[in-house]
């Protein structure tokens, strides 16, 4: 009986002692979630550990030519944080009224009292592990901060701690700008590339690396040393077609036109005629409101248009292949040339008997006439002849947003009993200005017609990953004797018809002007489109190009709006890039006077007094001189400098570079040693403050 009883006590106290331990429970339960929850959730939320994903950097994007000119770079930005907790008290005693004043002087967002106010509290009050500084911080920024008081120390001394991040950069603007493209970033996982960002981002992008991270506070993540860690994998790099001065002519031209005739669209595009590779292509598009001009959209791939008189020269080209006329056949020119119940004008036109050929140059609308006569029982067959050629298709190029061209069936049911007649001269179809010089190109050379390309490879380092050849897209869009028939007739559009006011010294230039209305709302309004397409030098063809310009208010016809632009390429490409306008380099006697830099004018002239060398001092009041080595004496020469404007560091030594590029406010990327050879933004462009520009030295 004793034994049952202390077994029923035995069972009360257990039941007692697991009741009191399921109340405690139930109490700490009660306690943490409601008493302690907030400050234990803000904890937990604060030494979170995770994977975070490293951005690669960007590969670059270069110009055509060997001084590795960078049209887009990604440039590393870096963070900065200070852990307060590594940095003994003496040490930072001696120094945070240093690294204070260093800091104000630096970054002039803060005083140094209000930086030291702010360290001295991260410090004894709040016990931060990761104080944030700064974000954004250039690369000249960072050397000076790895300097100053407390963080020269080091992490584990000084607490210093710096990540880095890319920047995507165009030192170079406005030029190619769209082409060259941008990346928009939407979301974190997801970003729109356009222009060749996008076209080559599989090269461009690299593969991202992961870092273990731990979650400090808010949004603020410090990086923790792990085996798991990857580092990222930096992008390929891109070579384009593009030579950056021919970009700079094409440009400048297009956008003195543009402001000039106040237009509203403009483009143009010069391309290698034997490869297809497009050498400079601007986009220009007015914002009315503001009156300013910029690249918006890539006008020169995307928008198809009615081409107008520039089309004639597809028309002629299929007829002159079917054998439907020969350029020395009589035509009556007319002022109007009516077609069932709707009437063509030729308003410019001068009545008479005339060859097909000086309807050409004359650009006259006969050209409709002859069309329409040659194919009135078959109008299929012009179509044929076009779509032979392959002007229905799109080119394929590159670039994402190439508009679609738009060469009508006869059976198609807009098609009506003149349709062939309008399509002639340009209306009733679309092509994109890029399409349309392609076809030019053709002629050009010599029948072949090449695709337009921007990229010619991909580079790794310098392991070459990818080449991109020459690609034929029609190996002879006409017969050799057309061909030859249609360069004819080319030449004399410059020589004695509509563009003869765009003939040039030295050399020929072949093309054809067009003038059309722009459709509107089913119909066409009062804007005009004036076109210029041609190739040059007109006997030994090396680049063909295109100019169109829309809604000039000025003039309205394409020999004027568009042809002087086209005019002024060709001039200064001629002139300075073809192989007849190179001069022979001046070679001298290694014991002749010496070669001396240009630079500071002061310095030059002591140099040369001290080596007892004769200066002819031409530089009047300049303090930058320009020299030039001559058998006898040294010359200098005027550097004009002037303020606002990217100053012309060419030919100076690093020193003298710097000191010119940053007292204009500029920051300045160095690559290489000895005297600059390249800088990346043209002299004479207006400039911003703590613009980058980088200077290449050889």
Not at 320 to 342: A, M
Request: with cysteine; aromatic share 8%.
């Amino acid at each position: 009986m004793q034994n049952k009883k202390e077994s029923i006590v035995r069972v009360y106290l257990v039941y007692i002692a697991m009741l009191l331990f399921a109340v405690l429970v139930i109490v700490q339960t009660i306690r943490v979630q409601f008493v302690e929850g907030v400050e234990l959730k803000h904890e937990a939320e604060t030494m979170t550990l995770s994977m975070r994903t490293i951005e690669a950097p960007r590969g670059n994007i270069y110009a055509d030519n060997a001084r590795k000119t960078s049209l887009a770079l990604s440039v590393p930005r870096y963070r900065v944080y200070m852990d307060l907790m590594t940095v003994g008290k003496l040490d930072f005693e001696e120094g945070v009224g240093a690294l204070s004043d260093s800091l104000a002087g630096l970054f002039n967002t803060k005083t140094a009292s209000q930086w030291e106010s702010e360290l001295r509290k991260k410090k004894y009050v709040d016990s931060s592990q990761y104080h944030f500084i700064k974000s954004r911080i250039r690369n000249e920024q960072l050397v000076r901060l790895r300097e100053f008081p407390i963080f020269k120390l080091g992490k584990y001394r000084g607490g210093y701690i710096e990540t880095s991040e890319n920047k995507r950069v165009k030192p170079y603007e406005i030029l190619a700008s769209r082409t060259i493209g941008r990346v928009k970033e939407v979301k974190a996982e997801d970003s729109v590339y356009v222009g060749l960002e996008g076209a080559f981002n599989q090269y461009l992008r690299g593969i991202d690396g992961k870092m273990l991270m731990k979650k400090i506070e808010g949004s603020l993540w410090k990086p923790i040393q792990s085996d798991y860690s990857q580092e990222p994998v930096p992008g390929m790099d891109v070579y384009t077609s593009i030579d950056i001065d021919l970009q700079d002519v094409a440009e400048r031209a297009l956008m003195e036109q543009m402001k000039n005739q106040d237009a509203l669209n403009g483009c143009v595009v010069l391309m290698e005629v034997e490869t297809g590779y497009v050498k400079a292509i601007a986009n220009i598009t007015q914002d009315t409101a503001r009156g300013t001009f910029d690249e918006v959209r890539n006008l020169a791939v995307w928008q198809a248009s009615e081409p107008g008189s520039t089309f004639k020269l597809a028309s002629l080209m299929v007829a002159l292949d079917d054998d439907k006329v020969r350029i020395t056949d009589s035509v009556d020119i007319k002022y109007r040339y009516p077609y069932f119940d709707r009437v063509l004008r030729d308003d410019h036109a001068v009545p008479g008997k005339y060859t097909v050929q000086y309807a050409f140059e004359k650009s006259s609308n006969v050209i409709s006439q002859i069309i329409y006569d040659a194919y009135r029982s078959n109008p299929q067959e012009y179509v044929d002849g076009l779509k032979d050629i392959g002007l229905h298709k799109k080119l394929g190029v590159d670039i994402k947003g190439e508009g679609s061209p738009y060469i009508k069936d006869a059976s198609d049911s807009t098609f009506w009993g003149a349709s062939h007649a309008w399509m002639a001269i340009g209306y009733e179809v679309l092509l994109t200005p890029l399409q349309t010089l392609s076809l030019y190109n053709a002629v050009a050379n010599d029948g072949k017609m090449m695709k337009p390309q921007f990229v010619k490879e991909v580079r790794s380092g310098d392991e070459v990953v990818k080449v991109f050849n020459p690609i034929v897209l029609n190996e002879q869009v006409c017969t050799a004797k057309t061909n030859k028939t249609l360069k004819v007739l080319l030449e004399g559009v410059v020589e004695r018809g509509t563009a003869k006011n765009i003939r040039a010294r030295g050399f020929k230039i072949a093309g054809k002007t067009g003038t059309a209305k722009i459709a509107k709302n089913g119909g066409y309004g009062k804007k005009y489109q004036a076109s210029f397409c041609g190739y040059f030098p007109a006997d030994k063809p090396k680049y063909s190009c295109i100019v169109v310009i829309q809604g000039p208010t000025n003039q309205i016809y394409g020999s004027v709006v568009s042809g002087t632009v086209f005019k002024e390429i060709a001039d200064k490409v001629y002139a300075g890039s073809l192989e007849n306008s190179e001069e022979p380099e001046l070679v001298l006697d290694e014991m002749s006077f010496p070669y001396s830099k240009h630079g500071s004018k002061n310095e030059i002239n002591a140099v040369m007094r001290k080596m007892h060398v004769t200066v002819s001092d031409g530089a009047g009041d300049s303090d930058w001189a320009v020299t030039k080595t001559n058998l006898d004496n040294v010359v200098l020469q005027n550097r004009m400098i002037q303020k606002g404007q990217m100053p012309n560091v060419m030919g100076m030594g690093l020193k003298d570079a710097l000191y010119l590029l940053e007292s204009q406010g500029l920051t300045v990327r160095v690559n290489g040693s000895g005297i600059v050879k390249n800088q990346s933004v043209i002299p004479g462009r207006e400039i911003f403050k703590r613009q980058l520009v980088t200077i290449e030295l050889i």
